[in-house]
């Protein structure tokens, strides 16, 4: 079975500072990665995902991941955080060639963007 | 740019109701899901669905729920008897291909049961 953990349910940062939130994933398949973003009131937004490409993985809005099979992580980082960053954040892991390709969600971080 | 549209955006049932929730996915898209996410918790999923057959459900897709695509291009999720831990937002997602690389969400439906 696959699933993901995500360290840290809230997050708080400067404006400015080094964004990192933690995602380890376990999966007995090479994984599918992904890291969607949601706003107050709205829909999950992706963010970035990893397909077995490149290991390290940009995405919009500035974030970039990195998959390193030997942590079994995928955190998700930004250099410079914005106010416009503040959202909940869920790593997310897929099997590719599976029966159906849903996604499991770990439990999110909340990101608090400090002024 | 395309997106998958739910609606309606807020839901309020009496407990026992029968609701349908409504989805319009990508055009070209041939894979469709449901997720749900009970307010403070994760994202969970519920059923996918192609070739207008379900190919995969999860425990929480009970008896009480049902998916349907009557038309070619709603999906729907039929909740038959509501109770109040139905209460949650309902995703629909949508997605081109079976290694789907990218699912893309629609708004949610927050569906309130009281």
């Known amino acids: 079975a696959q699933s993901v953990t995500q360290l840290g349910s809230h997050v708080s940062v400067s404006e400015g500072a080094l964004v990192l939130l933690r995602c380890n994933y376990s999966?007995?398949?090479?994984?599918?990665l992904f890291w969607y973003v949601q706003y107050p009131n709205q829909g999950l937004q992706l963010l970035l995902k990893?397909?077995?490409?490149?290991?390290l993985v940009k995405g919009i809005n500035g974030f970039e991941a990195e998959f390193k099979k030997s942590e079994t992580s995928f955190h998700l980082t930004k250099p410079s955080a914005h106010m416009s960053d503040a959202a909940e954040y869920f790593c997310?892991?897929?099997?590719?060639?599976?029966?159906?390709?849903?996604?499991?969600f770990g439990t999110g971080t909340l990101l608090a963007v400090q002024p | 740019e395309p997106e998958v549209t739910q609606t309606p955006s807020h839901q309020v049932t009496q407990m026992g109701q029968e609701v349908i929730l409504r989805c319009v996915p990508i055009?070209?898209?041939?894979?469709f899901y449901w997720y749900r996410q009970i307010l403070g918790q994760k994202v969970e999923f519920l059923v996918s669905?192609?070739?207008?057959?379900?190919?995969?459900k999860s425990e929480i897709f009970d008896d009480q729920f049902s998916v349907e695509r009557p038309d070619g291009s709603n999906f729907t999720l039929k909740i038959r008897s509501t109770k109040l831990e139905d209460s949650a937002m309902y995703f629909c997602?949508?997605?081109?291909?079976?290694?789907?690389?990218?699912?893309?969400f629609g708004q949610g439906t927050r569906l309130t049961v009281v």
């Open positions: 997602a949508s997605s081109s291909d079976r290694s789907n690389t990218e699912a893309f």
């Open positions: 999966s007995s398949v090479p994984p599918y």
């Open positions: 990893y397909t077995s490409a490149a290991t």
């Open positions: 997310a892991v897929s099997n590719y060639g599976g029966a159906t390709n849903k996604l499991i």
């Open positions: 055009s070209n898209h041939l894979y």
């Open positions: 669905f192609y070739n207008n057959e379900i190919s995969e």
